[in-house]
């Protein structure tokens, strides 16, 4: 059992930065691909963006790309979400989530899920 637990939320002025934190427990995440997603109040959950094992692959959901980073450090168990240019539509409840390889990157069909954070950003 793999245990997920995000860190790095808070309130931001847009334009300004966070930085997500997933720190996994249970399994080496070196094992696991991770994505990151998000649900604003009233909406669905999004894709925001995934990362294979070992950073090679990355994707991003146009409405972050060029502002987010997703990257990992799996000595350190690991994987962050950098949160830049932030925008007010961008305020949600971010989750972590990590899956054997082979998981469909923008789906929600990853095994582990964080419990999230949540990221506000004013105008």
């Known amino acids: 059992q793999v245990q997920l637990v995000e860190s790095g939320g808070g309130s931001v002025q847009a334009g300004g930065s966070l930085r997500l934190s997933c720190a996994a427990s249970?399994?080496?995440?070196?094992?696991?691909?991770m994505g990151w997603f998000r649900q604003a109040p009233g909406k669905e959950r999004e894709f925001v963006a995934y990362?294979?094992?070992?950073?090679?692959?990355?994707l991003y959901a146009d409405s972050v790309k060029g502002r987010f980073i997703i990257s990992r450090d799996n000595a350190k168990n690991t994987g962050y979400l950098q949160l830049n240019s932030l925008k007010p539509e961008d305020t949600a409840v971010y989750y972590c989530?990590?899956?054997?390889?082979?998981?469909?990157?923008?789906?929600?069909?990853?095994?582990?899920w964080g419990q999230g954070t949540q990221v506000i950003v004013s105008s």
């Open positions: 990362i294979s094992r070992f950073g090679n692959g990355i």
């Open positions: 249970g399994r080496s995440l070196s094992s696991l691909v």
């Open positions: 989530a990590a899956s054997a390889p082979g998981v469909s990157a923008t789906s929600e069909n990853y095994l582990y």
